[in-house]
């Protein structure tokens, strides 16, 4: 799942979390100035079916993080 944001300033910072569990926070900017990160799931196993999945994209304190959601299904 490749989460993509736009280019800001400053750049934004991505994050993966599985409810409250911080999965991945690496990213990448892109030549472009895109702020990417590809979390990969390796062995999904019957329990997580269901399970939520948030990007969460932020650039400052001042603003409120983007997010979006994801649901597996297996």
Not at 31 to 36: D, I, L, N, S, V
């Amino acid at each position: 799942m490749p989460p993509v944001s736009y280019a800001s300033d400053p750049s934004p910072s991505v994050r993966w979390f599985r409810g409250e569990e911080l999965l991945d926070d690496t990213y990448y900017i892109t030549p472009q100035g895109f702020a990417r990160n590809e979390i990969h799931l390796p062995n999904l196993k019957r329990t997580d079916l269901l399970t939520t999945l948030t990007c969460e994209v932020f650039n400052t304190n001042l603003t409120a993080p983007v997010t979006s959601t994801q649901l597996i299904l297996i």
